[in-house]
């Protein structure tokens, strides 16, 4: 830990998603599934690295199309000052092309948005338990 720190910090989710409702939306389903977890969320890549910088989370759910810095450039931000946070790439854009950059990245994961419901949660699970 570093100094300051207290070994009782929350554990930390976030969300950087540009789509308020769809941001929304997932945020609070992983607030009543992660109960144990601060749920934070964000609308642009930079923000999320910064708030990434600040909060440290364990996990973040990261979309690819976002107002500047994309989803997979604040992905190789957040994994330099943060190796040992997931990040799982959420996004509509299923196609090779993405998800080898998000991979190259640094993502832990890739998924598409049609696949949300059914594979998000058990992914998160999985990577907090590695």
């Known amino acids: ?13 976030v969300i950087a998603e540009d789509h308020a409702g769809i941001r929304s939306s997932v945020k609070q389903w992983l607030s009543r599934v992660f109960e144990e977890y601060e749920i934070r969320d ?10 990434c910088r600040q909060a ?3 996990v973040v759910v990261m979309d690819i199309k976002m107002p500047g810095i994309n989803g997979i450039l604040a992905t190789q931000q957040i994994r330099k000052i943060l190796p040992d946070t997931k990040i ?3 996004t509509i854009y299923d ?4 998800r080898a950059g998000a991979l190259e990245a640094g993502a832990n994961a890739f998924l598409s948005k049609n696949d949300m419901y059914r594979e998000l949660i058990p992914t ?3 990577l907090i338990s590695s």
């Open 95 to 98: 196609v090779p092309a993405f």
């Open 124 to 126: 998160i699970r999985r």
């Open 42 to 51: 964000v609308g642009t890549g930079e923000d999320a690295v910064e708030l």
């Open 1 to 13: 830990m570093e100094a300051g720190e207290t070994e009782n910090r929350i554990p930390t989710i």
């Open 56 to 58: 440290k989370p364990e």
């Open 88 to 90: 799982i790439i959420l």
